[in-house]
């Protein structure tokens, strides 16, 4: 923790709170983590002569973004199984490739490729749901990566766990060792309706409303999925989880493609979270999400990559544009989801879906100082008349320039501070050689 102040001068202060508003050339001081005064240039450099200085004469700051659905190891498998839709590709090539090769390294190293490739995108908070969950906490912990971690329940023993009582017991374990860590929180995380069991989700509901812990599944991301349910137990996903206890604010459902007008009410009534992953949606061949009209609705809206199999990257700026572009066209309203409300989901709606607005989300007093600052002084960026359109539909990952977490700054004129670029790629290289080598045989 810096226990000297740090004052960052930039062109823009984009604060997400209030929406649309955009301070020209506004300074965001910080101290011991936190911001704690945002405030003209000018005055900025009277009261606080002594800080240390950073210049951004040509940059845009803005909240961490928040990738409120991914899977992060599984950046091992990006571009393994391409062109497929959800079931074939998970039936047939990702589990299959999972059972073969994930473990504390695969994980570990996945986590870490991961971790580096959201940091160069402005990601700072991460909602992952994978196996080894220890294992991925304390990677985020390593980079200074603030973590949502999932303990993750599923019907199928794996490498980590073998029947749904040891992924519990297992994930309430790393839940106790992460009590009030400045860095990482926990959901539950129950893989899809397909793949858990009543007993098992009656147990997360529970335990969610006893702990006051969110929990993050996969809910009505294919018409498959509701076929199954139909045949399986005679109703639709969601009537299930209803029936189970599951609804609540606690819940963020994730995907969200199949949406009949009486599940719009049941997810207004209950306060339930959606996290939106468009480009995993559009690659799978999944659905569209009804986003303007969850929107009007009131209902919150978060945004998510998937994993870097079913995406292939873990670029936030693309889920923003493909997210207002979508809800246009689905809703032939050029009006729709305006880029304001992109970077909102992106940010704000996505702590409020984890239960971290009062600490994350805005670029407000008080709050964690967790900031992106975003060069808009290239020609890609020019002319500029609008920052906040900018940001959402002209730039991308690349002119992410500065990251701070926490206060500390992770990545430095596009540098890490806290991770080795050249070990991150090596590894993963031996991992690529590795599961090529072995796929020549099958
Ligand atoms: C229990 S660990 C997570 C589990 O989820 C699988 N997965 C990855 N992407 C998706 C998706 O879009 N829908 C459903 N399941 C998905 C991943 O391969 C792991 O097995
Ligand atoms: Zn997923």
């Given at each position: 923790m810096q226990n000297i102040k740090t004052l960052i001068h930039a062109?823009?202060?984009?604060?997400?709170i209030p929406e649309g508003q955009i301070l020209e050339n506004h300074s965001l001081a910080i101290y011991q983590g936190r911001i704690v005064d945002c405030l003209p240039r000018i005055e900025a450099e009277t009261r606080y002569r002594d800080a240390h200085q950073i210049e951004l004469t040509q940059h845009a700051l803005i909240p961490g973004l928040i990738n409120a659905h991914i899977h992060s190891p599984m950046s091992l498998l990006r571009?393994?199984?391409?062109?497929?839709p959800l079931m074939e590709w998970l039936e047939k090539h990702i589990w299959p490739a999972e059972t073969k090769w994930v473990s504390e390294t695969f994980v570990r190293d996945g986590a870490l490729l991961a971790i580096a490739e959201m940091l160069r995108g402005g990601i700072t908070c991460f909602n992952d749901m994978y196996f080894f969950p220890e294992v991925v906490a304390q990677a985020a912990v390593e980079a200074n990566m603030r973590a949502v971690i999932g303990m993750i329940v599923i019907d199928f023993p794996s490498r980590w766990a073998k029947t749904p009582e040891d992924y519990l017991r297992k994930g309430l374990e790393l839940n106790d060792n992460y009590q009030n860590h400045p860095l990482i929180k926990t959901a539950f995380a129950p893989h899809a309706p397909y793949t858990v069991s009543d007993e098992s989700l009656t147990q997360v509901a529970i335990l969610s409303k006893e702990l006051n812990i969110p929990v993050h599944m996969h809910i009505h991301e294919t018409v498959e999925e509701i076929n199954r349910s139909i045949t399986q137990y005679g109703m639709r996903p969601l009537g299930r989880l209803q029936r189970l206890g599951l609804?609540?604010?606690?819940l963020l459902a994730v995907h969200m493609t199949q949406l009949t007008d009486q599940e719009f009410q049941t997810i207004t009534k209950h306060g339930i979270h959606i996290v939106h992953c468009p480009e995993s949606n559009l690659k799978l061949a999944s659905g569209f999400c009804p986003v303007a009209k969850l929107y009007q609705a009131g209902i919150n809206i978060a945004l998510g990559t998937d994993s870097a199999a079913s995406n292939n990257d873990l670029d936030m700026f693309v889920e923003m544009r493909l997210t207002a572009l979508l809800a246009k066209a689905l809703a032939s309203d050029a009006s729709a989801i305006p880029a304001k409300q992109a970077l909102r989901m992106a940010t704000l709606n996505g702590a409020q879906a984890l239960g971290l607005e009062q600490e994350i989300g805005s670029l407000e007093i008080g709050k964690i100082a967790d900031i992106v600052a975003v060069d808009l002084g290239g020609l890609e960026t020019?002319?500029?008349?609008d920052p906040i359109s900018q940001l959402v539909y002209t730039a991308g990952r690349?002119?992410?320039s500065d990251v701070w977490i926490a206060g500390q700054q992770v990545l430095k004129r596009r540098q890490f501070t806290t991770l080795d670029e050249r070990l991150l790629l090596s590894r993963t290289q031996a991992w690529a050689e590795r599961i090529k080598e072995s796929r020549k045989f099958t």
């Open positions: 062109r823009w202060v984009i604060p997400v571009g393994l199984a391409d062109d497929l609804l609540s604010s606690r020019q002319p500029l008349y690349d002119k992410v």
